[in-house]
């Protein structure tokens, strides 16, 4: 009897124990987004703040000086954020959007001087007959109209390859545009100056080649590259401090890198990486050579990084001067902390909370984030 008893016993334990980890595990899966939930971090405290659902894809965002917020969706909507929700709506007139794979609508921004020319800047995929590649265009937002649009850039070589289209866009202090084209699958085309792929450009404001770009002189090579060597960037961005370039790029299967750009560096891609090939084989022996830029710092295994802004906001006290990256496969955002310019510390955020595909400081200070399964825009508000 006493036998039987304790039989019972301990199966009654383990249907709560059971009972116990599944409530767990549904407060804290993924698709409940911990909203008004306090998250401590090793620096700061903070709250989610879910500023809407219902999106599809969504890949970039750009924040308009009367408080309205576009967002791009990969498929080829531009949406409006206002007045506290997602306007149902999306944006007309944008250009034919080329939804392949990893391209579409990709990356909005708007020049320094949007207050007095208007100008909205967009990459998105462009179909050219059954190939293509990424493309850099303007317009100007009229009510809830694009008009004015223009094509700046088509990037070549075409292919239907459906992944490694960049791309992320950034001005400069003296309006350059910058923007980035990963190698669209042929990875030997980005140590090749005959093409635009696996390679940052740099053009100015209208689409014109500036004439102290680094190959603009040389025969055969493209005169928009910047850098080569570089393999899927999806996250660049200035230094609040220093105003240089930053990137960070996907590697294969690990060696995802963080990279400070400098005019006409070669960034090693396929000759130097740290990552290998997806079944396992080896891709080259060599993570550095001569002649070729080493990353400041290297993610092996891969996080897939997307997305990246440097904190400079004082709404974030132990976090200025930080790199925010986002992270696909790896389901978070990574907080990287840097000492004359080297990495020293890094801290995980949010991991297994969703795929994050954008994060952005606002001009209103806070951090704004994109994500993928589930879809969502959310704010990092600092707990009071």
Known sequence: MKLHNLLIKNALKRVLFLLLVFAFSACSSKSEPPTGSLII??????????????????????FLPDG???????????????GGKLLEKPVEGLPEIWSHGQGGLLDV??????????????????????????AIGRGKLNGNQLTNFEEL????????????????IVFDDNNYLFFC???????????????????????????????DNPFVDSAGAMPEIWTYGNRNIQGMALHPVTRELWSHEHGARGGDEINLMVKGGN??????????????????P???LPGMIDPVLHWTPSIAPCGMTFVSSEKYPGWEGNLLA???????????????????????????????????????GYIYVLTENPDLFLRIVPAK
């Not at 309205?68 to 206002?82: K, N």
Request: proline share 5%.
């Open 41 to 62: 971090s090793e620096k700061l405290t903070f709250i989610i703040d879910t500023l809407a659902t219902g999106l599809t894809n969504p890949w970039s965002m750009a």
């Open 326 to 364: 986002g992270a696909l496969a790896g389901q978070q955002i990574r907080r990287v902390e840097f000492e004359n310019g080297k990495p020293v510390h890094e801290e995980v955020l949010l991991e297994e909370f969703a795929r994050f595909r954008d994060v952005r400081q606002a001009p209103d």
């Open 153 to 168: 850039f088509h990037g070549r070589e075409l292919t239907d390859a459906p992944y490694h289209f960049g791309c992320r």
């Open 181 to 211: 084209i990963g190698d669209r699958g042929e990875i030997a085309n980005a140590q090749k100056l005959t093409n635009h792929n696996g390679k940052v450009h740099r053009i100015h404001d209208d689409g014109r080649v500036p004439v």
């Open 109 to 134: 921004v708007l020049h320094p001087d949007y207050e007095q020319n208007g100008w909205i800047y967009f990459a998105f995929a462009k179909k050219i007959g059954d190939v293509g590649n990424t």
């Open 267 to 284: 960034y090693g891609w396929p000759l130097a990486t740290h990552g290998i090939n997806y079944n396992g084989t080896m891709i080259t």
């Open 286 to 288: 060599d993570t550095t």
């Open 68 to 82: 309205r917020i576009l967002i791009a969706e990969r498929p080829g909507r531009l949406r409006v954020f206002e």
